[in-house]
Nanobody, 124 residues
Framework: QVQLVESGGGLVQAGGSLRLSCAAS????????VGWFRQTPGKEREFVAG?????????YADSVKGRFTISRDNAKNTLLYLQMDSLKPEDTAVYYC????????????????WGQGTQVTVSS
């Protein structure tokens, strides 16, 4: 069982930046993929970015490409980040970190472990 804990959400003005963190409770994380998803009321959970700890490859939704960066902590492979720059009001959502063993997918149904979510609010 893997527990994920997100942190770093908050309120920011449009054009600002936030960095979200996702900490995993397992020591054997090197064969996992991690995805960041977001959700607003009444909408399905949306893929934002993903990182494969197997290949270190990354993948981004078109809506955040060039503005968001997913990365792994250099010292701890159980800690991942989502750096969000040039934030827009439409980025407002609850952001979730998710993990699965194996390859990287953008479909939330492929992920087995989820954090509790952290609210990001971007004001105009």
């Amino acid at each position: 069982q893997v527990q994920l804990v997100e942190s770093g959400g908050g309120l920011v003005q449009a054009g600002g930046s936030l960095r979200l963190s996702c900490a995993a409770s397992t020591h054997t994380f090197s064969n996992y993929a991690v995805g960041w998803f977001r959700q607003t009321p009444g909408k399905e959970r949306e893929f934002v970015a993903g990182f494969s700890l197997i290949s270190t490859s990354t993948f981004y939704a078109d809506s955040v490409k060039g503005r968001f960066t997913i990365s792994r902590d250099n010292a701890k492979n159980t800690l991942l980040y989502l750096q969000m720059d040039s934030l827009k009001p439409e980025d407002t959502a609850v952001y979730y970190c998710a993990a699965r063993r194996g390859g990287l997918y953008s479909n939330s149904r492929n992920y087995d472990y989820w954090g509790q979510g952290t609210q990001v609010t971007v004001s105009s």
